[in-house]
């Protein structure tokens, strides 16, 4: 389990992150959802122990953050960006599945296994001994996903990692995602509504705050996001009726702030 208590972040000055707490247990999928700015990638870099907090504290299963070394830290959290170039290291994609591993002290034999898994699991057969730097972006992602998951960790956090691909590829890594749900701890980032339904709970920011923290299926059961997302699509698309995909992100944000604010009072 993951909790964070009272959290905040300064940069510059500035409050990037206000008094976060949460906890975030390791069979949970969590959709982490807000405006561009409002702090989501940098709670996500918090909680993966690459930021620290001005104050307030993170602990994993009861030990805080900065007391656990970092091979440690990076066999219990993964996270996966929007950019996967930042993520590379080596020039080939099989060397790149290798390279988290070697930091763990695995016999060397298990570990060809587990790279040879991983290979055949996320159909990089074909692409295994090509530069991760000039693949397409869904074989970048697929590549940066497959590497973290080789690690086996506790938890995964995606920080919008479908927001530049083809749908192929975003079907793909909703295939990743249905497939680890319940087994690790899932942070899913996103500004696409349709992702949500892959979460048990919403988190939801705006300008560094948490300003709702609840299960998917009250909102979903409110009928937002229902309205913008793929099943009405679907169905309306049976009757001969075409709606957009959705209408802004920043519209469903407002809807599920407006619910927020109606619990409230
Ligand atoms: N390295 C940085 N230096 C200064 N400000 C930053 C830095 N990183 C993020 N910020 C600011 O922190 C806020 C939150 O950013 P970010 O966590 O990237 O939000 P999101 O991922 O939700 O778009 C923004 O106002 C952004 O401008
Ligand atoms: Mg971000």
Request: charged share 30%.
């Amino acid at each position: 389990m993951i909790e964070l208590n009272q959290v905040s972040l300064e940069i510059n000055g500035n409050h990037i992150l206000e008094d976060i707490s949460f906890t975030w247990n390791s069979n949970e999928t969590i959709c982490l959802l807000g405006k561009n700015g409002s702090g989501k990638t940098s709670l996500a870099l918090l909680i993966a122990g690459i930021l620290s907090p001005d104050s307030g504290e993170i602990k994993i299963d009861g030990k805080p953050l900065e007391e656990v070394d970092e091979i440690d830290l990076r066999k219990n959290i993964g996270i996966i960006f929007q950019d996967p170039d930042n993520q590379f290291i080596t020039q080939d994609v099989e060397s790149e599945i290798a390279f988290g591993l070697e930091n763990f002290n695995i016999p060397e034999d298990e570990m060809q296994k587990i790279v040879e898994e991983t290979i055949t699991d996320f159909g990089l057969v074909e692409i295994r001994h090509r530069n991760p730097f000039i693949l397409s972006g869904g074989e970048k992602q697929i590549t940066a996903i497959a590497s973290i998951l080789s690690m086996n960790t506790k938890f995964i956090i995606f920080d919008e990692v479908t927001t530049f691909l083809d749908n192929p590829y975003q079907e793909k890594i909703h295939q990743i995602w249905a497939s680890q749900k319940g087994k690790k701890g899932l942070i899913i980032i996103t500004q696409n509504f349709e992702e949500v339904y892959y979460a048990d709970r919403l988190l939801l920011m705006e300008n560094g705050k948490i300003i709702f923290d609840g299960k998917t299926d009250e909102v979903l059961n409110r009928g937002i996001i229902a309205t913008d997302g793929i099943i009405l699509r679907k169905l309306l698309k049976k009757e001969g009726i075409e709606i957009e995909r959705y209408k802004k992100p920043d519209d469903v944000v407002d809807e599920i702030l407006k619910y927020a604010n109606s619990k409230k009072h």
